[in-house]
């Protein structure tokens, strides 16, 4: 099974800072990696596939980058509405895998 | 406007069975793979089981194999888990998602305890 191991577990960080969350597979994944938000009460919503396409009406400060074998998402210009978890999935192969998470808090 | 819609959730004994079903609208269900995935309460989120268009190919997490089964009906735009031998650990928020999980149901909860 292929392990996505995602940090840091918790972040705070200010409005209108830059924010990065890496996931890193325990092997090779290609471009087979999703990132997530989830409010609390709500179902996760889809921000990034691919590893860097941006999915339909999330905002462009939301981005995913990749290199090598680690995997990152970027919030530029933290907003309020930017808070919650934010998870990995890796689908290049079943089982597939989440990472455990990052709690994003405003400071 | 895509939606997917679970229910058949519930209060439900150990080693008993449930069946959830996830009707599907706005998409042409046919012509995707579907999944579920779980949340345990303040938990992270968990892969359950993946169903081709055509239930050619399914797949399921190792903690559910043999307990748990995945299928459709194209016709009725419904995908469905029935789930057997229930155990404490299956206790979670049950999400359907759509194709590579681009789209998510508001999930149904199963609890499983005597």
């Known amino acids: 099974d292929i392990q996505m191991t995602q940090s840091p577990a918790s972040l705070s960080a200010s409005l209108e800072e830059i924010v990065t969350i890496t996931c890193q597979p325990s092997?090779?994944?290609?471009?087979?990696l999703s990132w997530y938000q989830q409010k609390l009460g709500k179902s996760p919503q889809l921000l990034i596939h691919?590893?860097?396409s941006l999915a339909d009406g999330v905002p462009s400060r939301f981005s995913g980058s990749r290199s090598g074998t680690q995997y990152s998402l970027k919030i530029n210009r933290l907003q309020v509405e930017d808070t919650g978890i934010y998870y990995c999935?890796?689908?290049?192969?079943?089982?597939?895998?989440f990472g455990a998470g990052t709690k994003l808090e405003l400071k | 406007e895509v939606q997917l819609v679970e229910s058949g959730g519930g209060l439900v004994q150990p080693g008993r069975s449930l069946k959830l079903s996830c009707l599907a609208s706005?998409?042409?269900?046919?012509?995707?793979?579907m999944n579920w995935i779980r949340q345990a309460p303040g938990k992270g989120l968990e892969w359950v089981a993946s169903?081709?268009?055509?239930?050619?190919?399914?797949y399921y997490a190792d903690t559910v194999k043999g307990r748990f089964t995945i299928s459709r009906d194209n016709a009725k735009n419904t995908l469905y888990l029935q789930m057997t031998s229930l155990r404490s650990e299956d206790t979670a928020l049950y999400y359907c998602?759509?194709?590579?999980?681009?789209?998510w149901g508001q999930g149904v909860m199963v609890t499983v305890s005597s």
């Open positions: 998602a759509r194709g590579k999980s681009d789209y």
């Open positions: 706005g998409f042409t269900f046919s012509n995707y793979g």
């Open positions: 169903i081709s268009s055509s239930s050619s190919y399914i």
């Open positions: 092997q090779g994944i290609g471009n087979y």
């Open positions: 691919s590893a860097t």
């Open positions: 999935l890796q689908i290049s192969s079943t089982p597939y895998t």
